[in-house]
């Protein structure tokens, strides 16, 4: 079996590259975002780009949650009020908000202090959709590596919007926890969710692939199962997770 990595790599995917190879997985590293003639891979980890480039040609689904998981929450898993639209209606917004691409880093998460900062259609397809969310500020924010509607790893990740990678709390695993008992059945197999405290309470961060997701102070073994799971062979993909399915870039479509 092997396992995709992409140009560069961060700590975190070497820490991922090490439990591979630990586990007697074949590495492969590759230089550019072309897949060379020959090669067989049935795994990845990396970025949307890398992925989306090279996913396609070796046969490898990528999971994801729904574009617009994060705007089915109830207030007492989120905190805040989010909405997914078209960025042309973002561009209407005439308050701070916070606004990113559902999937992806198209559009740079961040807060906005109105929808005139969005980037614009000159370089932006209007119909782009976008999440759009009150601000919020969270003092404390974990990832969490789910596999089969449980919570499989996890670590902190940042502290009043730094870095600061650190243990799992007891509480984000509660947290954690009671949202894939209520909404679990809503999200792939293998899948990652950013949580946090805000104003005192947990909430709902975001939800992100697993294969493009860093792990921080994670159990590298334990969040590579759920990395294998995000993203490996188009035929082992289960009737539950096809829905999850990361679409074709256009010009993979057809």
């Given at each position: 079996?092997?396992?995709?990595?992409p140009?560069?790599?961060t700590?975190?995917?070497q820490?991922?590259?090490?439990a591979?190879?630990?586990?007697?997985?074949r590495?492969v590293?590759?230089?550019?975002?072309?897949?060379?003639?020959g090669?067989?891979a049935?795994?990845?980890?990396?970025?949307p780009?890398?992925?989306?480039?090279?996913?396609?040609?070796l046969?490898?689904?990528?999971?994801?949650?729904?574009p617009?998981?994060l705007t089915g929450?109830?207030?007492?898993?989120?905190r805040?009020?989010?909405?997914?639209?078209?960025?042309?209606?973002a561009?209407?917004?005439?308050?701070?908000?916070?606004?990113?691409?559902?999937?992806?880093?198209?559009?740079?998460?961040r807060?906005y202090?109105d929808?005139?900062?969005?980037?614009?259609?000159?370089a932006v397809?209007?119909?782009?959709?976008?999440?759009?969310?009150?601000?919020?500020e969270f003092?404390?924010e974990?990832r969490?590596?789910?596999?089969?509607?449980?919570?499989?790893t996890?670590a902190?990740?940042?502290?009043?919007?730094?870095?600061a990678?650190?243990p799992?709390?007891d509480?984000a695993?509660a947290?954690?926890?009671?949202?894939?008992?209520?909404y679990?059945?809503?999200l792939?197999?293998?899948?990652?969710v950013?949580?946090?405290?805000?104003?005192?309470h947990?909430?709902?961060?975001?939800?992100?692939?697993?294969?493009?997701s860093?792990?921080?102070?994670?159990?590298?073994?334990r969040?590579?199962d759920?990395?294998?799971?995000a993203?490996?062979p188009?035929?082992?993909?289960?009737?539950r997770d096809r829905?999850?399915?990361?679409?074709r870039?256009?010009r993979?479509a057809?």
């Amino acid at each position: 079996m092997t396992l995709l990595l992409p140009p560069r790599l961060t700590a975190s995917a070497q820490a991922v590259r090490t439990a591979a190879r630990q586990r007697g997985l074949r590495t492969v590293q590759l230089p550019d975002f072309t897949v060379p003639p020959g090669l067989r891979a049935r795994h990845l980890h990396a970025g949307p780009g890398f992925a989306d480039a090279v996913a396609p040609a070796l046969g490898i689904a990528l999971l994801e949650a729904p574009p617009d998981w994060l705007t089915g929450l109830p207030w007492e898993y989120t905190r805040r009020e989010i909405r997914a639209m078209p960025i042309a209606e973002a561009y209407r917004l005439r308050r701070p908000a916070f606004v990113k691409s559902p999937n992806d880093k198209g559009i740079p998460a961040r807060v906005y202090t109105d929808g005139s900062r969005l980037p614009g259609p000159d370089a932006v397809d209007p119909r782009t959709p976008v999440l759009v969310g009150d601000v919020a500020e969270f003092t404390a924010e974990y990832r969490l590596h789910v596999l089969d509607g449980r919570v499989h790893t996890g670590a902190r990740y940042a502290q009043h919007g730094r870095l600061a990678p650190g243990p799992l709390a007891d509480g984000a695993l509660a947290f954690g926890a009671g949202l894939l008992a209520g909404y679990g059945h809503t999200l792939p197999s293998a899948i990652v969710v950013d949580i946090g405290l805000t104003g005192g309470h947990w909430a709902v961060v975001e939800a992100n692939a697993a294969w493009a997701s860093g792990i921080y102070t994670a159990d590298p073994g334990r969040a590579l199962d759920v990395v294998l799971r995000a993203a490996g062979p188009e035929e082992t993909v289960s009737e539950r997770d096809r829905p999850y399915r990361r679409p074709r870039p256009p010009r993979y479509a057809g």
